[in-house]
């Protein structure tokens, strides 16, 4: 991948970089609050602000505060649940107008919340009812984000990840997609480094993946490629200290993981992660991921080796299922949710899925990660 800027006036004059058409407007921005504030006086709409509370201490997002319409998440507290969305709707829905645009500014939990709210604004089911794949639903008002945390790609992906009373999943529809998403690499400037790490990760895994995948399409496979080049170099660089040029690079590799899950589809560290978050309300998709990649070093060689230099060069220790009360009595349960996938087995294997993802293979692979 060619001409990755060094910084914020580099990226503002950037062309696409990314092969898969997205529906979502990307702005590049060194300014995103600002530009974005601006953007709503223009097209003079009413906006409805959904924003991570932690933002509230940081001064740079000062200008957003002083908006009179708004809701704070506390995205650190727990991911976005089917009753938080509905709550949601229905104080929108209890007020005189409903409004023009829904803005969600935050990490990927707080832009999945602003998505899902578009959607159930503009259907009359509760937002568990709209979990899945497929549904017939109507538009809502268009969302767009403000992305504080980069590498989700939750900023263009149509998918709004929920955590319902039954099950943790996706509303999984067109109309979930941001309409418009401003990125600007600096507002990650106040992020943890534990959470610019883990997300990191997180990035670098849907690339890995989607660059291993069988059956993902040949434009999702280049942009994983890029993807995972940018997430090697910032894992590589370390993550402690906030940097530009990182951060910039984060942001990129961002856009990429959206833009390659398009075409792209994950494999098995994903389906692994998946029976791993159902045992687990607790355990961060993020940290669940790691976790599963430290468990296939036989299938991921490559992927393993870098998790643990990423680890090891960050300082960081190995992520155990056991500090989130994941033991032997779970390997079952997890053991089928896991099976369930089975597009992402056959994803990760291709033709003769079904007799490599056996039973055993995939019970052997929790037993050592409950052990490990
Ligand atoms: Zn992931």
């Not at 991911?79 to 104080?91: A, G, K, L, N, S």
């Not at 209890?94 to 707080?110: A, Q």
Request: proline share 6%.
């Amino acid at each position: 991948m060619k001409n990755v800027p060094s910084d914020i006036s580099g990226f503002t004059a950037l062309d696409p970089w990314w092969r898969t058409g997205v529906p979502t407007c990307i702005l590049c921005s060194g300014n995103g609050i600002d530009d974005i504030l601006r953007k709503i006086k223009q097209e003079d709409v009413q906006a409805f602000f959904l924003v991570d509370s932690v933002l509230e201490k940081q001064p740079l997002f000062a200008p957003l505060f002083i908006e009179q319409s708004k809701m704070l998440f506390n995205a650190s507290a727990s991911e976005p649940r089917t009753d938080d969305v509905d709550q949601i709707v229905e104080f929108l829905r209890s007020r005189d107008s409903l409004p023009d645009v829904i803005v969600g500014v935050g990490g990927g939990s707080t832009m999945d919340l602003a998505k899902a709210v578009g959607i159930c604004l503009a259907n009359p089911g509760k937002a568990r009812d709209y979990q899945g794949y497929g549904m017939d639903l109507k538009k809502g008002p268009p969302v767009w984000v403000l992305p504080t945390l980069n590498g989700t790609g939750a900023e263009i992906t149509p998918i709004a990840v929920l955590r319902g009373p039954e099950k943790k999943l996706g509303i999984n529809h067109p109309y979930a997609a941001p309409a418009v998403a401003v990125i600007d690499p600096r507002l990650s400037s106040g992020v943890k480094p534990f959470n610019r790490f883990f997300t990191m990760m997180d990035c670098y895994f849907h690339h890995y993946e989607i660059v291993k995948s069988k059956t993902s399409s040949a434009d999702a496979v280049q942009d994983a490629r890029d993807g995972l080049k940018l997430a090697t170099e910032v894992l590589d660089s370390g993550v402690q200290e906030y940097n530009v040029e990182n951060a910039i690079k984060s942001a990129m590799a961002s856009i990429l993981g959206g833009s390659s899950t398009i075409g792209g589809r994950v494999g098995a560290v994903h389906a692994i992660s998946y029976g791993l978050s159902n045992s687990a309300p607790g355990l961060p998709h993020s940290i669940a991921v790691t976790i599963s990649m430290l468990a296939l070093q036989e299938l991921y060689p490559d992927g393993y080796e870098d998790t643990v230099r990423f680890l090891e060069g960050s300082g960081l220790s190995m992520p155990k299922a056991s500090e989130y009360g994941i033991g032997e009595g779970e390997i079952e349960k997890m053991t089928s949710v896991a099976l369930g996938m089975e597009k992402l087995w056959q994803s990760c294997f291709g033709e003769g899925w079904e007799g490599k993802a056996s039973r055993t293979f995939v019970y052997d692979i929790y037993k050592r990660i409950v052990n490990g």
